[in-house]
């Protein structure tokens, strides 16, 4: 039962490296979105997703890209890291756009230096 | 963005104590789902609730939608260790989708055995 895979779980980058955080689901689910967490402010939407070839930006999308060429993988490419972007980032997807129900990964935590 | 703020930011709990936590928004929210985030892991949808008004329980867990739509609360019934964690308040700004979340900051709870 994969459900939601993130990888890498840890990542170091130092400032101005480039980096994806890849994101694969097995349960067939047309919704996915990427989210970080910060302490004290729990988990903001960076990019989501409604189907293949569909993406959107969420609340913090600034240095961030997505693509989703199928409907498995979702990808959040980093392109020039900052110490801004120090974080765990999770991955999640829905079968449904109705219910509100994610299910999340178990995070990628990533330090810039 | 649309902001959720939870309360109390953290709780230290004797097991068997019984625990309420609440949230609370400055504007309508037609759905309140609450998740838990287990230390390491990803978070897991605990309630859902999509009507005012409505009281939903799942085993010690009971979440009630706020009659007004800005708020609702999630009571733990009988504590134990395993509920420690960070539990989160979540819904769907007005006029976007289910699944394009805003989450609260998050309650953290220590259980002490």
């Known amino acids: 039962n994969a459900g939601v895979t993130q990888t890498p779980k840890f990542q170091v980058l130092k400032t101005g490296q480039s980096m994806t955080l890849q994101c694969a689901q097995d349960?067939?689910?047309?919704?996915m979105s990427w989210y970080r967490q910060d302490p004290g402010m729990g988990l903001r939407l960076i990019h989501y997703s409604v189907g293949a070839g569909i993406t959107d930006q969420g609340e913090v999308p600034n240095g961030y890209n997505v693509s989703r060429s199928t409907t498995e993988d979702f990808p959040l490419r980093l392109l020039s890291a900052a110490p801004s972007q120090t974080s765990v980032y999770f991955c999640?997807?829905?079968?449904?756009?109705?219910?509100?129900?994610?299910?999340f990964g178990e995070g990628s935590r990533l330090t810039v230096l | 963005g649309q902001q959720l703020n939870q309360s109390p930011q953290s709780m230290f709990i004797q097991e068997g104590e019984d625990v309420s936590m609440n949230c609370t928004s400055s504007s309508i929210f037609n759905t309140w789902l609450w998740y838990k985030q287990d230390p390491g892991e990803g978070p897991v949808l605990l309630i859902a609730?999509?009507?005012?008004?409505e009281l939903t329980s799942n085993g010690r867990l009971t979440a009630q939608f706020g009659i007004t739509r800005k708020d609702s609360f999630l009571n733990i019934s009988a504590s134990i260790p395993s509920d420690v964690g960070i539990y989160f308040c979540a819904g769907p700004p007005s006029g976007t989708s289910g699944s394009r979340l805003t989450f609260g900051e998050g309650t953290q709870l220590t259980v002490n055995p």
């Open positions: 609730l999509y009507k005012a008004g």
């Open positions: 349960m067939n689910h047309e919704y």
């Open positions: 999640a997807s829905s079968g449904s756009l109705n219910t509100g129900e994610l299910f």
